[in-house]
């Protein structure tokens, strides 16, 4: 069973910038592929960002060019670097490790809180 751990959400102002760790149980990333997914109050959970297990990453539209998502394998830890945020960066973020071996293995963080406020 693998565990997540999100960490290093907070409150920061507009234009700030927040770092979020995603701390896997073991080393999973060669064969996983990782995702930030967030939801706002009201909205459905959207993914911000990926990173395979080749290193390809993909960016929601909303963040590219603010967001970067990066892997420690020395930590077995996935980073999610939040720079310039918005205040509808707002939301709970999550971490999710998919297999790319079998698709329906999917793991979930619990979840850190964002909030973007002046």
């Known amino acids: 069973q693998v565990q997540l751990v999100e960490s290093g959400g907070g409150l920061v102002q507009p234009g700030g910038s927040l770092r979020l760790s995603c701390a896997a149980s073991k080393n999973i990333f060669s064969i996983y592929t990782m995702d930030w997914l967030r939801q706002a109050p009201g909205k459905q959970r959207e993914r911000v960002a990926q990173?395979?297990?080749?290193?390809?990453?993909t960016y929601a539209d909303s963040v590219k060019g603010r967001f970067t998502v990066s892997v420690d394998n020395a930590k077995n830890t996935v980073h999610l670097q939040m720079n310039n945020l918005k205040p509808e960066d707002t939301a709970v973020y999550y971490c999710r490790a998919t297999s790319e071996l079998f698709s329906s293995i999917v793991h979930w963080g619990q979840g850190t809180q964002v909030t973007v406020s002046s």
């Open positions: 990173i395979t297990s080749g290193g390809s990453t």
